[in-house]
T-cell receptor, first 115, second 112 residues
């Protein structure tokens, strides 16, 4: 079974631009969660999508948004990029969001660098 | 609060056992997880335990949970150089779907 796939692996953008990251979950998984990893703040939860609906949200500004498609693939968008958005963005999928002992499985992440 | 705490660094000799510790604060924790991250990679799920369990063993890995003290540990038997990585503990909480709350990560250095 293929794992979680994130594209692209690396991105370089400049301040003020916007970016879209993509995540394909494990086949059959309906929940997709996104995390930001930085040296200073560690791993922080951005949001979770299930059945094309945002079901949970972390404490990030509205510049961070996402969506999920009917095949469970998800995209994350960051608008008006700031230097502080430089991070590794990780996507994780699970059967139904981690409740009931269904663990999240992670992709290798997208490394976003803002110049 | 959202505190999950881990010590930042552990160094062991190859062949020794490693014990990585984690404490959490919220009594609504449902499941507790251990993930491993190698350089340039995402997080690899190692094992997880339901919050009502005391212990879980999986090959070289043993997870111990002290619910009263909210203390979780991961023991790696016969530690190998390939075990060198950052180890994260994480929890899920009742009603908080899709959200893992992570500790800061423990860097495990295995010396030959």
């Amino acid at each position: 079974k293929a794992g979680v796939t994130q594209t692209p692996r690396y991105l370089i953008k400049t301040r003020g631009q916007q970016v879209t990251l993509s995540c394909s979950p494990i086949s059959g998984h309906r929940s997709v969660s996104w995390y930001q990893q930085t040296p200073g703040q560690g791993l922080q939860f951005l949001f979770e999508y299930f059945s094309e609906t945002q079901r949970n949200k972390g404490n990030f500004p509205g510049r961070f948004s996402g969506r999920q498609f009917s095949n469970s693939r998800s995209e994350m968008n960051v608008s008006t990029l700031e230097l502080g958005d430089s991070a590794l963005y990780l996507c994780a999928s699970s059967l139904e969001g981690g409740q009931g002992g269904q663990p999240q499985h992670f992709g290798d992440g997208t490394r976003l660098s803002i110049l | 609060g959202e505190d999950v705490e881990q010590s930042l660094f552990l160094s062991v000799r190859e062949g020794d056992s490693s014990v990585i510790n984690c404490t959490y604060t919220d009594s609504s924790s449902t499941y507790l997880y251990w993930y491993k991250q190698e350089p340039g990679a995402g997080l690899q799920l190692l094992t997880y335990i339901f919050s009502n369990m005391d212990m879980k063993q999986d090959q070289r890995l043993t997870v111990l949970l002290n619910k009263k003290d909210k203390h979780l540990s991961l023991r790696i038997a016969d530690t190998q150089t390939g075990d060198s990585a950052i180890y994260f503990c994480a929890e899920t909480r009742s009603g908080n779907t899709g959200k893992l709350i992570f500790g800061q990560g423990t860097t495990l250095q295995v010396k030959p």
